[in-house]
């Protein structure tokens, strides 16, 4: 398929979004506006077949849009565990990808054709996309995370994305912030991720005797929704897990020195519930004097944030006088 040189019309970025509930497609303008949007749901207990048919089906209508002469390169950000370097994916919640080589087979889709296609972990391409449009955008070292179902990261460092060789740096959910306890299914013992994601809120919650409302949600929302009226088994859950973080952001901090902690995700959506015990948390785990500074803000794009972090993504794998289109 032939593309417009850059500079007919304005350039543009195809982007995909793939999780374990639903694949979604955009388009992203040359200032990093989602232009156009569409999804469909993941076939998760299907087969490798299955899931790059919903994937080739997505590509099929981005296609099929008048604007597609205009893209430029195709980003994909995944659910994990990804490899970069292999081009390859597999996540967790989609037994059907194992080492899966999603990069070569979204390359071969007839309307791809010769543009570049970069693949990141689902974390990373936020972190792409809340550095490029979001909250970290003003700052030059940025921890970006994802507290959700389980708990992602991404850096950036001296103002640029830090993948690692394989995409996976800043893989914060599996660091270990508790020596006793209980293991972790990745191996190690009391990984962040088991302390801090909505997950393991609701868990805590439970074992602490709390019970849901009449409205019997015994998710990490529910949770939220008592430590709002002042439950304080909800409160101590949520507590518990804002310390957590804090001790992982503060470790991260003093390894590489952040300017900024951006959180998103579901959890973050808990607000102050979340970001208060954080703070206070934090001021007691980043106590040197470089680490002090450190601002913690919550992420701006919300569902937006992997299409566009897709695309920022792509953007960086552009020659430089492509690049430049995309704007800063």
Same mark, same amino acid.
């Given at each position: 398929?032939?593309?417009?040189?850059?500079?007919?019309?304005?350039?543009?970025?195809?982007?995909?979004?793939?999780g374990?509930?639903?694949?979604?497609?955009?388009?992203?303008?040359?200032?990093?506006?989602?232009l156009?949007?569409?999804?469909?749901?993941t076939?998760?207990?299907?087969?490798?077949?299955?899931?790059?048919?919903?994937?080739?089906?997505?590509?099929?209508?981005l296609?099929?849009?008048?604007?597609?002469?205009?893209?430029?390169?195709?980003?994909?950000?995944?659910?994990?565990?990804?490899?970069?370097?292999?081009?390859t994916?597999s996540?967790?919640n989609?037994?059907?990808?194992?080492?899966?080589?999603?990069?070569?087979?979204?390359?071969?889709?007839?309307?791809?054709?010769?543009?570049?296609?970069?693949?990141g972990?689902?974390?990373?391409?936020?972190?792409?996309?809340?550095?490029?449009?979001?909250?970290?955008?003003?700052?030059?070292?940025?921890?970006?995370?994802?507290?959700?179902?389980?708990?992602?990261?991404?850096?950036?460092l001296?103002?640029r994305?830090?993948?690692?060789?394989?995409?996976?740096?800043?893989?914060?959910?599996?660091i270990?912030?508790?020596?006793?306890?209980?293991?972790?299914?990745?191996?190690?013992?009391?990984?962040?991720?088991?302390?801090?994601?909505?997950?393991?809120?609701?868990?805590?919650?439970?074992?602490?005797?709390?019970r849901?409302?009449?409205d019997?949600?015994?998710t990490?929302?529910?949770?939220?929704?008592?430590?709002?009226?002042?439950?304080?088994?909800?409160? %101590? #859950?949520? $507590?518990?897990?804002?310390?957590? !973080? @804090?001790?992982?952001i503060?470790?991260? +901090? *003093? &390894?590489?020195?952040?300017?900024?902690a951006?959180?998103?995700?579901?959890?973050? %959506? #808990?607000? $102050?519930?979340?970001f208060?015990? !954080? @703070?206070?948390?934090?001021?007691?785990? +980043? *106590? &040197?004097?470089?680490?002090?500074?450190?601002?913690?803000?919550?992420?701006?794009?919300?569902?937006?944030?992997?299409?566009?972090?897709?695309? @920022?993504?792509?953007?960086?794998?552009?020659?430089?006088?492509?690049?430049?289109?995309?704007?800063?």
């Amino acid at each position: 398929m032939n593309h417009h040189p850059a500079g007919t019309d304005e350039a543009l970025l195809a982007a995909l979004d793939i999780g374990g509930t639903k694949i979604a497609g955009g388009l992203v303008g040359a200032d990093g506006v989602l232009l156009h949007r569409l999804q469909v749901p993941t076939p998760a207990t299907g087969d490798r077949h299955e899931l790059m048919a919903a994937v080739t089906h997505v590509l099929d209508e981005l296609a099929r849009r008048p604007e597609w002469p205009r893209v430029r390169a195709l980003g994909i950000g995944s659910a994990g565990p990804v490899d970069i370097a292999a081009g390859t994916v597999s996540p967790v919640n989609l037994p059907g990808w194992r080492e899966f080589p999603l990069r070569a087979e979204a390359a071969r889709h007839p309307a791809v054709g010769d543009l570049p296609v970069v693949l990141g972990g689902d974390a990373v391409a936020m972190t792409a996309a809340e550095h490029w449009r979001g909250a970290a955008r003003p700052y030059r070292n940025a921890l970006c995370l994802v507290v959700s179902t389980g708990v992602g990261a991404g850096l950036v460092l001296d103002g640029r994305l830090h993948t690692g060789t394989t995409g996976n740096a800043g893989h914060l959910g599996h660091i270990s912030v508790d020596f006793e306890g209980r293991p972790c299914p990745c191996g190690a013992r009391v990984c962040l991720e088991g302390l801090a994601s909505g997950t393991a809120i609701a868990r805590t919650a439970a074992d602490s005797g709390w019970r849901p409302g009449p409205d019997g949600d015994t998710t990490a929302t529910g949770v939220a929704t008592a430590a709002k009226s002042g439950d304080p088994l909800a409160l %101590a #859950a949520f $507590d518990r897990a804002a310390q957590a !973080l @804090a001790a992982g952001i503060a470790a991260t +901090a *003093t &390894l590489v020195e952040l300017d900024v902690a951006v959180i998103g995700g579901g959890v973050a %959506a #808990a607000g $102050d519930i979340l970001f208060t015990p !954080l @703070a206070r948390h934090l001021s007691s785990y +980043a *106590t &040197l004097p470089f680490t002090r500074s450190l601002h913690l803000v919550p992420a701006r794009l919300g569902t937006d944030a992997g299409l566009v972090g897709a695309a @920022a993504l792509a953007r960086h794998a552009l020659p430089d006088g492509n690049r430049t289109v995309f704007r800063n």
